[in-house]
């Protein structure tokens, strides 16, 4: 069974523009949670969508924002960019919401300049 | 506010040694505890994990152990190898939200 895949696995923006990330979840899986991680900070939770429906957000600014698909895949997106925005986003799936584990992919490296 | 942490940075232990990793955690909703590990360029995988109605969950070299009274988990490798070096990411699950909080991570280095 193929894991969790994200797209493109590196990115550079520049500060201002906007950037989506993408996250194909493992087959059958329909829960898909994102998350941020930085030096020093760990995975930040940023939000998590299950049958096309946003569950749960974390403590992230509007400018971050996200949807699921019927096909369970999902797409994040940042707004605005700012330095700081830059940072691993990884994308987490599980079969149902209330599963107690998660599978992640391998991340989005996102820089900022 | 950091609900889940884990206060050492780093960790070097050598190899066939006990490697003994700490997290800390403030919030009493957690119901469900797991640990990650990452090696550079890839996601968490999971490791471990125990449930809050149990003291120690072992798997192989792996125990987890939960001190509920003092909101603290510990993860022991016994013994250390140097295939374990990896950042070693702490989790509680809410039972309100089904919502993950991560620690910030330790990274383990097993000295050969």
């Known amino acids: 069974k193929a894991g969790v895949t994200q797209t493109p696995r590196y990115l550079i923006k520049t500060r201002g523009q906007q950037v989506t990330l993408s996250c194909s979840p493992i087959s059958g899986h329909r829960s898909v949670s994102w998350y941020q991680q930085t030096p020093g900070q760990g995975l930040q939770f940023l939000f998590e969508y299950f049958s096309e429906t946003q569950r749960n957000k974390g403590n992230f600014p509007g400018r971050f924002s996200g949807r699921q698909f019927s096909n369970s895949r999902s797409e994040m997106n940042v707004s605005t960019l700012e330095l700081g925005d830059s940072a691993l986003y990884l994308c987490a799936s599980r079969r149902l919401a209330g599963d107690s584990g998660q599978y992640f992919g391998p991340g989005t490296r996102l820089t900022v300049t | 506010d950091q609900q889940v942490k884990q206060n050492s940075p780093s960790l070097s232990v050598q190899e066939g040694r006990i490697s003994i990793l700490n997290c800390d955690y403030t919030?009493?909703?957690?119901?469900?505890f797991l640990w990650y590990k990452k090696y550079p360029a890839e996601g968490p995988t999971f490791l471990i994990s125990i449930s809050s109605i149990k003291d120690k969950n072992e798997d192989g070299r792996f125990t987890v152990f939960l001190n509920k009274s003092a909101k603290h988990l510990s993860l022991h490798i016994v013994p250390s190898q140097p295939g374990d070096s990896a950042v070693y990411f702490c989790a509680a699950r809410s039972n309100t939200g089904n919502q993950f909080y991560f620690g910030t991570g330790t990274s383990l280095t097993v000295i050969p």
């Open positions: 919030n009493s909703m957690f119901d469900y």
